[in-house]
């Protein structure tokens, strides 16, 4: 493993060694292979651990506060470290309901709205317990049953399994940490009328929602997106949908101040599972809406690994297994009158590109890559963008995709090492959410076959002579929850 560089942290004085390529908390590292893509971060952050749990013991979740206002319902949770590192989070939801209407909500339905908001507030508390992963957690903000307390700790265990990797910290599922809880306010499952014809669609920006959306307004099917934090791809793939921008659900979310500040110090930080605090948040809206249905757009190829031979999974929280999990929790703890699942989880990214490649609606107004999230752009550096781009060029062809992604990105030679990880010849796939190897792979044959000049990266490629699993492209995987007459759609879709 080559070293790129060591530095010292003022506040731990913890060495940190850079390779590979870099989590999204870091700053970008510019190397001489590649000036422009964040390089991986493996930190040994073992000491810090260590030192972190010690002199912070206990995490606590103090309470939450629930509040109709300004036409929004929001929220405020309270979280602290011990009487010095103090934290209030706030986020706000607006889905279309005047304040008279979400009071009202909130008056008949408490119960419920008050379990789904203590729900979020023990999703949202991982982001802010990993900075010093005490070893002890204390819930003041409601009451908790064994199995629920069990269950969070597996979650936050396989959804940290990346942060974990990237600090190099070795911890087991069962000492970890401990879940105590002092809540005095105890939530029952409770039961909600709501309707079986609507759909709400979480919208990213990336092809995959696009496809969701796509097939279900094509098929007469009323659906309501929902987008957190609004950006240019997620309002233009809406609008490219020729849905009124009224009819969306907006979640703002933000980061306490206090807790980036503690990142700048030094604290320990990585990714978290963001799709399972979104699973929570879409739940809410549901019970809002009077919605049953919530169709995400995760798909089969999110059961990969991100290291081969473990449960590391850059993606966890959209994989089937978190997806079943989920819905028995809800049914069992909140209600079992919502109905979440995968609309795309039969179909692996490959399925997916080539629906999407005859969507050309959505082509110029969508976005894969985070780097260039905030200036809606591609970069056209990272594995985002060259998993998008090898796709897109197996369908569009390769002119197409420099057009869409504005960059010729298989003919730069300093992506060679990611270019490496998502075809399998480097150990690790990349920690992004980008395809199987061999989602790649039948891309990169396809690109063969209907190319007759070949970009530098693909004649690179041909030398190796991988071997890739037969793909049957009208074959769906049988691990999903999809209602029957979504899955005849499907079905008629990819054959």
């Known amino acids: 493993m080559r070293v790129i560089s060591v530095k010292q942290c003022a506040d731990f004085k913890q060495q940190v060694i850079i390779v590979g390529r870099m989590p999204k908390f870091a700053n970008a590292i510019k190397t001489e292979q590649n000036p422009y893509h964040p390089a991986m971060i493996i930190t040994d952050n073992k000491q810090l651990f260590g030192n972190l749990r010690q002199s912070h013991p206990v995490f606590t979740y103090e309470r939450f506060v629930i509040m109709a206002e300004d036409n929004q319902l929001k929220l405020r949770f309270f979280f602290n470290i011990g009487s010095d590192i103090r934290f209030s989070p706030h986020m706000s939801i607006q889905t279309g309901q005047s304040t008279i209407e979400l009071t009202h909500l909130l008056n008949t339905h408490s119960d419920l709205v008050r379990n789904l908001v203590f729900h979020i507030g023990l999703i949202e508390m991982v982001s802010y317990w990993k900075c010093v992963c005490s070893p002890h957690i204390i819930i003041k903000a409601g009451s908790l049953q064994p199995e629920q307390t069990d269950w969070f700790k597996q979650l936050f265990f396989n959804g940290l399994g990346e942060f974990f990797y990237a600090n190099s910290i070795n911890v087991d599922s069962a000492s970890y940490v401990t879940i105590e809880t002092k809540g005095d306010e105890k939530f029952s499952l409770q039961s909600y009328l709501t309707s079986e014809e609507s759909f709400i669609v979480p919208i990213g920006g990336g092809k995959d929602s696009a496809v969701s959306l796509d097939l279900l307004l094509t098929h007469g099917y009323t659906v309501v997106p929902l987008i957190m934090n609004p950006r240019g791809a997620t309002l233009k793939t809406v609008e490219a949908a020729g849905l009124p921008p009224d009819n969306v659900i907006t979640i703002n979310r933000s980061i306490d101040p206090v807790l980036l500040q503690l990142n700048e110090r030094g604290f320990l930080n990585g990714h978290t599972p ?222």
């Open 274 to 495: 963001f799709s399972a605090m979104l699973a929570f948040y879409t739940l809410l809206a549901a019970a809002l809406k009077g919605i049953k249905n919530i169709a995400l757009s995760n798909e089969s190829s999110a059961n990969e690994p991100t290291i081969p031979g473990t449960n590391i999974n850059h993606q966890y929280s959209k994989t089937f297994e978190f997806e079943a999990s989920f819905r028995e929790y809800y049914a069992r703890y909140i209600t079992p009158d919502l109905n979440y699942f995968s609309l795309l989880r039969p179909l692996n990214e490959w399925q997916i590109m080539k629906l999407f490649s005859d969507m050309p609606h959505y082509h110029k107004v969508f976005r894969s890559c985070n780097v260039g999230s905030k200036n809606n752009t591609w970069c056209g550096k990272c594995p985002k963008c060259l998993f998008t781009y090898i796709m897109l060029s197996a369908f569009v062809g390769i002119h197409q995709a420099n057009a869409l992604i504005e960059a010729e990105m298989l003919d730069d030679e300093a992506l060679k090492p990611v270019f490496d990880e998502l075809t399998g010849l480097a150990t690790n796939k990349p920690f992004e959410c980008v395809g199987t190897l061999d989602d790649v792979n039948q891309a990169l044959r396809l690109i063969i076959q209907n190319h007759q000049k070949l970009p530098t990266l693909v004649k690179y490629y041909q030398d190796y002579n991988l071997s890739v699993r037969p793909n049957n492209p009208g074959q769906l995987n049988s691990n999903h929850f999809v209602p029957e007459n979504l899955l005849d759609i499907l079905t008629q879709a990819i054959q």
